[in-house]
């Protein structure tokens, strides 16, 4: 079946605009997860979501970060007043649940670059 | 709190040499422990996982990993290498108690030299 997709794959902005990145989890994956992969940082967490509860944020960087899923399956990230800090990689997993032990499986990433 | 620490950023082996990709780590309770591999331009694939059941884990394309609690370890090898291995390797931790926060060590650079 098919991966975890994202879209778009690269995205270049200037400066101050906003963005937003799109993920599509395996169907039938109830939690879905944000990270960043940048040079300095390495990869991190942003914000997981289980089912209908309420989304653990506690890795966004900023009240410039938000995220969303909707209907329990598609999740938008969105930065707004980008900074050249918020480039990176940022990658989109999902898995069947949310257990410490289910794997996560993740997408081949969206490379954000702000100019 | 909890962390991991990948104790080389690069390793470079012959084809057909061993592997060894050192990972430790930190946490406060029994954790879940992982490796994901990245080729370039690729996602993460998860290559082994250990969750608290047998301490040594195999995992595909011949790789696996030791749990040693006692050196808060959790090396990754593989006995032969092939050129096809090499990638970015992450190995990965959730403690017990942490949600559903994965925690990545900076990565191991591995090239494989024909």
């Known amino acids: 079946g098919a991966g975890v997709s994202q879209s778009p794959s690269n995205k270049v902005t200037e400066k101050g605009k906003d963005v937003e990145l799109r993920c599509d989890p395996i169907?039938?994956?109830?939690?879905l997860y944000w990270y960043r992969q940048s040079l300095g940082q390495g990869l991190e967490f942003l914000i997981y979501f289980q089912g209908n509860s309420a989304p653990d944020k506690s890795g966004l960087p900023s009240d410039r970060f938000s995220a969303e899923r909707t209907g329990g399956s598609v999740s938008t990230l969105t930065i707004q007043r980008t900074q050249q800090e918020d480039s990176a990689v940022y990658l989109c997993?999902?898995?069947?649940?949310?257990?410490?032990?289910?794997?996560?499986?993740f997408g081949p990433g969206t490379r954000l670059t702000v100019l | 709190a909890q962390s991991v620490t990948q104790l080389d950023s690069h390793v470079s082996v012959s084809e057909g040499t061993p592997v060894l990709l050192r990972c430790n780590y930190s946490?406060?309770?029994?954790?879940?422990l992982f490796w994901y591999v990245q080729h370039p331009n690729k996602g993460l694939q998860l290559l082994l996982k250990y969750t608290s059941a047998a301490t040594l884990v195999k995992g595909i394309n011949g790789f696996e990993a030791e749990f040693k609690k006692s050196e808060t370890s959790f090396h990754l090898t593989k006995p032969s290498a092939h050129m096809s291995d090499a990638a970015e390797y992450f190995c990965?931790?959730?403690?017990?108690?942490?949600?559903?926060?994965?925690?990545f060590g900076g990565g191991t650079r591995l090239m494989v030299k024909p």
């Open positions: 169907s039938g994956h109830t939690a």
């Open positions: 997993a999902s898995s069947l649940e949310s257990g410490r032990v289910s794997e996560q499986f």
């Open positions: 990965v931790v959730r403690p017990y108690n942490a949600g559903n926060m994965l925690t």
């Open positions: 946490s406060s309770y029994s954790p879940s």
